[in-house]
Nanobody, 121 residues
């Protein structure tokens, strides 16, 4: 299973970006998909996650500004980021939790490579 993230870039404060992450390979079911970020000198942190049923969770720092969504048929997760701030600058990673390649119970977690988001004037 591979995760391919895209959509990062340079944006001015107050601007918007939309990240996408598509999972490919032998996939039967993905339990949850999410976005994490890691700024220089800081630990990786959860930004937002969405379960297969649609329930979501957000970091307090992004509530009201970021929206996570998911297309289960395409095994793709999106992160719409609005009202971006310089402190949102980080490498953003997507993650797929408890991916099963068949109806059995075995499941694994996968990470994407990351995409750089820079918010600066």
């Amino acid at each position: 299973v591979q995760l391919q993230a895209s959509g990062g870039g340079l944006v001015q404060p107050g601007g918007s970006l939309r990240l996408s992450c598509a999972a490919s390979g032998s996939i039967f079911h993905i339990n949850a998909m999410g976005w994490y970020r890691q700024a220089p000198g800081k630990q990786r942190e959860l930004v937002a996650a969405i379960a297969s049923g649609g329930s979501t969770v957000y970091a307090d720092s992004v509530k009201g500004r970021f929206t996570i969504s998911r297309d289960n048929a395409k095994n793709t997760v999106y992160l719409q980021m609005d009202s971006l701030k310089p402190e949102d600058t980080a490498v953003y990673y997507c993650k797929a939790d408890k991916v099963r390649n068949g109806p059995g119970p075995q499941a694994y977690d996968y990470w994407g490579r990351g995409t750089q988001v820079t918010v600066s004037s």
